[in-house]
């Protein structure tokens, strides 16, 4: 089992920069994959940005391109979402995962932080 922690969520001003974290506890020998989702009121919830645990690899939404930076620190089992630029959409619950697998669904899942951007 692999347990995940968010922090660093809070309310801000839009155009303001945040930065959350995750970090992992338990079988992280055994992450492969990691990364954030976020869910906003009535919205479904959508994958963010990944990456993968030896930082090969990166992906982003389009919505956050050019915007957000995922990073983790293996040797902290942790794993960065920054945030630059924040808008008002980008308002949601923000969860942390991880998988040992290459692709498919998350097996792990944070409690979720809250991220809110005002105008």
């Known amino acids: 089992q692999v347990q995940l922690v968010e922090s660093g969520g809070g309310l801000v001003q839009a155009g303001s920069s945040l930065k959350l974290s995750c970090t992992a506890s338990?079988?992280?020998?055994?992450?492969?994959?990691t990364g954030w989702f976020r869910q906003a009121p009535g919205k479904e919830r959508e994958s963010v940005a990944t990456?993968?645990?030896?930082?090969?690899?990166?992906y982003y939404a389009e919505s956050v391109k050019g915007r957000f930076t995922i990073s983790r620190d293996n040797a902290k089992n942790t794993v960065y979402l920054e945030m630059n630029a924040l808008k008002p959409e980008d308002t949601a619950v923000y969860y942390c995962?991880?998988?040992?697998?290459?692709?498919?669904?998350?097996?792990?899942w944070g409690q979720g932080t809250q991220v809110t951007v005002s105008s």
């Open positions: 995962v991880a998988d040992s697998t290459v692709w498919g669904e998350w097996r792990y």
């Open positions: 338990g079988r992280t020998f055994s992450i492969y994959r």
């Open positions: 990456i993968t645990w030896s930082g090969g690899g990166t």
